[in-house]
């Protein structure tokens, strides 16, 4: 794609209960997107928000004692929360139960979807999980269970409206099938097209406004029922643009935009590739070009769960090691659309090798070296750097985009710490406290060689990892000088602009940890 605009969403969580883990890495992995994107020029919209329509926040409401409006409140501000804890860059965060620019516009699209003839009447009757806000079959519970929270659903029977899905199948097919909506990985693209050849059935889009307890949004001309709560929380990523008024960013960021990505959990893959696309083909709008699934962190194989006792707080976390430090782990650690457990033990070796002893002390060694051999003033180099190391930066750079492009950061940083070896490598390779000790004017040419490309590379590191840790990488500018001559733009150059610029002694990047209680 070649469009220089880029529009990239999470999906927006049920805020029946404070955010767990799998909320991080996905809004983690979708902040590190956006970011790389703007980091190569492009003009980048990061959407990410709270799903407040749902029977489940009011069931879990009704079962704390709390009115739901009050109880959705308070589990919203953990979530808002996040963007300061971990660092998260999103340009809007909407609410569906109170955000104006949501309630017009899931009404809008409504009536568009009903002015295509979409929309009808009639009674149906199925087995529906709560927890999932879904109707399932018998043929995809899993020994009588939700395959998803592994509850049993129960049977409910209604009058409700319904949504043309099935006029859509061939259509589906084709987008999906083509790469007209691309879907990574492969398995879930196969996963989706296995659903679509199944045979679609029309879907039920309201619920009676008794069995939602009068939470949700009304069903416009019909205030007896309110909408589905996944068919109002699918809008959200055009009515937060400006749906309802046709605006300025709604058309620039998604009419007009060759690049609407998704980024979702494999568990809501077939309302993401299958009932919003439609929806959007009902109504006339362009549908997502790219959908990225990713799966789930799992405690010994299973998902992170409350029930069960094995969620981990997000707070904690980041109170013991730094927001960064959960990033990095979340995005190193994890292959980006598999299942993986986590563990605190891996985060604490993570934290202690790859960014204390490697990143950490690189940066720690490159600055007092430079105030302890030339006053704290960069020098310019006495000879060009070594083509090696210049190489291995251009490599990085190179590996980076590539892995990105891909959406994949555990490799882009994979190829980033390579480099971090590289660096040390060098450190001990050309020895510069040796180098200090002789007067020669030779040695302190190669002096002035040494601690320019180190300062140098380290420059690049911080550019490469601004998307995946950016404090660590602001600390790393601010502590090289380099604030105001980094140019943070993928990919960079090799340059002697550093020269001259005053490093900034901080403290350590990352001080090492010992064992903690719970690892």
């Not at 029946?16 to 994107?37: C, K, M, S, V």
């Not at 490598?425 to 030779?442: C, F, G, I, K, Q």
Request: with cysteine; net charge negative; proline share 6%.
């Amino acid at each position: 794609m070649n469009d220089n605009r880029y529009f990239i969403s999470t999906t927006i969580p049920y805020v029946n209960a404070a955010p767990h883990l799998g909320h991080a890495l996905e809004f983690i992995q979708t902040d590190a997107f956006a970011r790389y994107r703007r980091a190569r020029g492009e003009s980048t919209f990061f959407l990410s928000g709270s799903d407040e329509n749902s029977l489940k926040n009011v069931l879990a409401a009704e079962a704390a004692g709390r009115p739901t409006r009050e109880f959705v409140e308070q589990n919203v501000q953990y979530f808002l929360e996040l963007r300061d804890a971990l660092r998260l860059s999103f340009d809007y965060f909407i609410r569906t139960s109170e955000d104006p620019l949501h309630l017009e516009g899931a009404a809008r699209f409504w009536m568009a979807m009903d002015a295509a003839g979409d929309i009808y009447r009639k009674t149906y009757g199925g087995l529906y999980c709560v927890g999932c806000e879904q109707f399932y079959t018998e043929g995809e519970l899993v020994d009588g269970l939700c395959p998803e929270h592994e509850t049993r659903p129960e049977y409910i029977e209604e009058n409700n409206y319904f949504f043309r899905l099935s006029r859509y199948q061939d259509e589906l097919e084709r987008l999906i099938s083509t790469d007209a909506i691309r879907i990574i990985p492969a398995t879930r693209r196969n996963e989706a097209l296995s659903f679509i050849r199944s045979g679609l059935e029309d879907i039920s889009i309201s619920r009676s406004q008794e069995r939602a307890r009068g939470w949700g949004i009304p069903v416009p001309g019909d205030p007896s029922q309110v909408m589905y709560v996944w068919i109002d929380a699918l809008t959200n990523y055009v009515t937060a643009l400006g749906y309802a008024s046709d605006g300025e960013l709604y058309r620039e960021f998604w009419l007009e935009n060759e690049n609407r990505v998704h980024c979702l959990g494999k568990g809501v893959l077939r309302f993401h590739a299958l009932y919003w696309p439609a929806m959007l083909l009902s109504v006339g709008v362009p549908p997502p070009t790219e959908l990225f699934v990713h799966g789930y962190i799992t405690d010994r194989g299973r998902k992170l769960s409350k029930s069960r006792g094995t969620s981990v707080s997000i707070p904690a976390l980041v109170e013991t090691y730094g927001a960064d430090a959960v990033r990095y782990f979340m995005l190193s650690h994890v292959p980006p659309t598999l299942d993986a457990d986590f563990s605190e033990e891996e985060l604490l070796r993570r934290y202690n090798g790859d960014l204390g002893n490697a990143l950490g002390n690189l940066l720690n060694r490159t600055v007092s070296m430079i105030v302890r051999y030339r006053a704290g003033s960069v020098p310019r180099p006495g000879d060009p750097s070594p083509p090696e190391i210049v190489e291995a930066a251009e490599q990085a750079y190179r590996d980076v985009i590539e892995s990105m492009d891909a959406y994949d950061p555990r490799s882009a940083l994979a190829a980033i710490w390579s480099f971090v070896r590289r660096l040390n490598a060098y450190v001990d390779e050309s020895a510069p406290w040796t180098l200090a000790r002789d007067p020669d004017a030779a040695a302190q040419r190669r002096l002035d060689t040494v601690l320019h490309t180190l300062a140098e590379g380290l420059r690049h590191l911080a550019e490469c990892l601004s998307p995946f840790i950016p404090a660590s990488a602001d600390e790393i500018f601010n502590q090289l000088g380099a604030a105001d001559v980094a140019r943070r733009r993928l990919p960079g150059e090799w340059s002697g602009e550093l020269a001259g610029q005053t490093v900034k002694p901080g403290g350590l990047l990352f001080p090492r940890l010992l064992e903690v209680e719970s690892a």
